[in-house]
């Protein structure tokens, strides 16, 4: 039996498959054409950064999501990490 942080695991799952939908969503690149006017070339130019940030997006979600997944291997909840200690008053 593997203990795991169900929280950081669900959130890693959750993160990553968001990233690989952002990323099917944001895979055509826009395409220009012949004779267009500097208008177009220009809404051309934003439409293309704005492809390559939201691309960028997905990567690091899909990585942190990743890490996330591995992270909740290696944490485990302590079942007692709350002792509290009464210190008795010096008589």
């Known amino acids: 039996m593997v203990l795991v942080d169900k929280k950081i695991l669900s959130g890693g799952l959750a993160m990553i ?43 690091i979600l899909i990585g942190i999501g990743f890490l996330l997944v591995l992270i909740s291997f290696g944490a485990r909840k302590k079942k007692d990490s709350v002792k509290r200690t009464e210190k008795k008053p010096a008589e």
């Open 17 to 59: 498959s968001i990233g690989i939908i952002l990323t099917m969503t944001f895979a055509e690149q826009p395409l220009g054409k012949s004779g267009m006017t500097d208008e177009e070339i220009i809404d051309l130019m934003i439409a293309e950064d704005e492809n390559q940030a939201y691309q960028l997006l997905s990567g």
